[in-house]
């Protein structure tokens, strides 16, 4: 049942070229000129009315609505903001019927965020879900949504959910601009082709699999990691951290990669790793000067950049190249080799991948 792969998430994690194509099937229409999301059509005034859009979540789930965020508030021009769900159910949240609460849940089981999403429809909120499991308690309990069509993820730790909810949040941004007029057909069209593109641009970047299977072995007795990132990419950094905690055991903290002078530099030494989500962007050349100050101060540093850089390759320990990619789309295709990282590290150390210590696929407790 694993076909092959000695784990369920080596499996999951390769899956994603296939269950990336099966979450943008029938949603990117028309030559890529128009995305169709029927939770969205079937309730278009929603949309076009909404005041703001608060996005409720935990874990895995809660770091691709902070991606999603950024994508309702870059492209559809709506204030988003992000809340734990366990947080958020407790906050006496003020609502209206002009709020939008989005649920994020692969299992679409948790307690927090089913919590969260009876709160918010108590209170005449309109609640959309983004759920894998179909006909799950939160795909039951919200108004509408969509589902993410990865297939059952069995490996504990979320991979192929993650990318599926960020693609399904890239899509949700761009239908709900199309019906707000926040964006040309231009861009909509050039955006909507490069979704298309996620499944070959997955692909290709999981033949970096052997060489960061090669340097984990530098890192397996590690006892920290920082991870650091910015814009779209801060969210991947504690993506990537937690992933890393969850299987290996290592702990790890993800920062926004300037807020590391206001702090955590501090702990970096020869022990400390640090890995830097430092794709060709607007902010390169600050993320640059970051690595730098990792390096200064005897830090190793393995980054992961867009494939021509030639400047980090000279100053960082490993550079692992991904295929260009617009900013917005690029945390789908930064997470492919943080979950390898994660990956090879915790089956050098013996872990148990499929099923770490502690935790549960759902957690239907509080
Ligand atoms: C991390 C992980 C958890 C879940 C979280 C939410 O790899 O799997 O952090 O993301 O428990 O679960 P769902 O998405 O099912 O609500």
Redesign the pocket.
């Known amino acids: 049942e694993k076909g092959g792969y000695p784990h369920f998430m080596l499996k999951e994690i390769y899956e994603q070229p296939n269950t990336i194509f099966d979450c943008i099937r029938g949603r990117v229409v028309n030559n890529a000129t128009e995305i169709k999301l029927s939770g969205v059509i079937d309730h278009s005034d929603r949309f076009i009315n909404a005041r703001r859009i608060i996005i409720v979540?935990?874990?895995?789930?809660w770091h691709a609505a902070l991606i999603g965020q950024r994508l309702l508030q870059d492209i559809a021009r709506i204030p988003t903001s992000v809340e734990y769900a366990s947080e958020f159910r407790y906050s006496n949240p003020v609502l209206t019927s002009d709020d939008i609460v989005i649920a994020?849940?692969?299992?679409?089981?948790?307690a927090d965020?089913l919590a969260a999403i009876k709160l918010a429809r108590e209170n005449g909120a309109f609640v959309y879900g983004v759920c894998n499991v179909v006909g799950s308690s939160i795909a039951r309990e919200t108004d509408t949504g969509t589902y993410i069509h990865v297939g059952p993820e069995i490996g504990?730790?979320?991979t192929k959910?993650f990318t599926g909810q960020v693609t399904v949040l890239a899509m949700l941004a761009l239908a709900v601009a199309q019906l707000r007029g926040t964006i040309s057909q231009e861009k909509l069209s050039e955006f909507s082709r490069s979704i298309e593109q996620l499944p070959s641009l997955i692909k290709e970047t999981l033949k970096l699999n052997d060489a960061i299977e090669k340097l984990s072995s530098t890192y397996t007795y590690v006892r920290n990691f920082l991870y650091l990132g910015r814009g779209y990419n801060y969210p991947s950094a504690l993506e990537g951290a937690?992933?890393l905690k969850?299987i290996s055991y290592i702990h790890a903290e993800g920062y926004p990669a300037a807020e590391m002078k206001h702090g955590p530099i501090a702990l970096i030494d020869r022990e400390m790793p640090t890995v830097v989500i430092a794709p060709s962007d607007e902010l390169h050349e600050k993320i640059i000067s970051n690595i730098q100050q990792v390096k200064a101060r005897g830090g190793s540093v393995i980054a992961i950049v867009t494939r021509g850089d030639t400047t980090i390759p000279e100053i960082a320990d490993h550079t692992l190249e991904i295929p260009p990619v617009p900013e917005a789309l690029s945390p789908i295709i930064v997470s492919i080799p943080l979950q390898l990282l994660a990956y090879h590290i915790a089956v050098m150390k013996g872990c148990n991948v499929d099923m770490p210590r502690n935790l549960a696929k759902?957690?239907t407790v509080e």
């Open positions: 979540a935990c874990g895995t789930s994020i849940s692969q299992s679409g089981e948790t965020t504990v730790a979320s959910a937690l992933k969850e759902s957690v």
